[in-house]
């Protein structure tokens, strides 16, 4: 079943039985025989076929959503096996949010890639709704997101905190009072975002309803956009590094008042491969320094 799944799986993806067929390494009437077998052994059809591509009908759409899941447990279940007997080494499937994964991440990847040069990650980046729903799916092995996720049967671990600041143009006047900041232009990450998250909880601690803002899908926007005196934002330290050394950007203190948040480890199954063991103490080193 694990290789009519596979076969199905790529179709769809390919779109195409001839594409899918050069990519299995197989002849184009064994990946038929392949959806054929499927669709007897469920006693539905899946695929609509026309002269040009394949489509899913909605049974193909349930199968595909499932199918997807089953092969990364699949997966996961043979790295497990494999690990009773071999080193850390082979593939390891990372999600993280935008923050975590374009300004941490990449620091953490490369001190295990020296160590450990077999490991192969594969990283996802995105909000942390999206990332909680893709390790939840078993389609990545862990997740790295600003909070919890709200599941019960998803192993949560609070690992480490991030100081979130307001920035600004280096020209910006500097502020004495939270009230004065609820007539800025606040230039904002996107709903669902940690950061955006963050970013309201932190209005509501200074009791301000800004009355005017921009909402970005990316950091680096926010940055841009910021240092080009358009308006000011709320950014994890960690994300202007850089340009607090270079004088871009400036952090616009707060009397008496101190904001951070904490990133969490996502994880669904019960079973750590030595591969998953790695990253994860990793990650903890990484932040004891």
Do not use: C
Not at 174 to 197: A, P, Q, Y
Not at 253 to 275: A, C, G, H, W
């Amino acid at each position: 079943m694990d290789q009519q799944l596979k076969v199905f799986v790529t179709v769809v993806d390919k779109r195409n039985f001839s594409r899918a067929a050069e990519e299995l390494h197989m002849t184009q009437p064994a990946v038929s025989q392949y959806i054929k077998s499927l669709e007897e052994s469920l006693g539905t059809k899946l695929l609509e076929r026309n002269n040009r591509s394949v489509e899913m009908n909605k049974a193909g759409e349930i199968v595909y959503h499932h199918a997807i899941e089953l092969l990364n447990l699949y997966s996961k279940m043979n790295y497990l096996l494999d690990d009773l007997t071999n080193r850390a080494s082979g593939k390891l499937t990372i999600g993280a949010s935008y923050t975590y994964g374009e300004y941490v991440l990449p620091h953490v990847i490369a001190t295990i890639r020296e160590k450990y040069p077999l490991i192969t990650p594969a990283v996802t980046i995105g909000n942390s709704r999206e990332i909680g729903d893709l390790v939840y799916s078993h389609q990545l092995d862990v997740g790295i997101i600003e909070g919890d996720y709200p599941a019960r049967d998803m192993k949560v671990d609070s690992f480490t905190q991030d100081e979130m600041v307001i920035v600004a143009a280096p020209s910006h006047k500097n502020i004495d009072h939270g009230s004065t900041l609820e007539n800025e232009m606040w230039i904002v990450r996107e709903e669902g975002s940690g950061t955006r998250e963050a970013t309201e909880k932190m209005w509501e601690l200074l009791s301000i309803v800004p009355s005017q803002k921009m909402a970005f899908g990316s950091t680096q926007l926010i940055k841009e956009s910021v240092e080009a005196g358009i308006g000011i934002g709320i950014l994890s330290k960690w994300t202007i590094r850089k340009e607090l050394k270079l004088g871009t950007l400036k952090i616009l203190e707060l009397p008496n008042f101190r904001y951070t948040r904490t990133f969490s480890i996502l994880m669904r199954s019960p079973f750590q491969t030595k591969v998953l063991e790695v990253f994860l103490d990793h990650v903890h080193s990484h932040h004891k320094t």
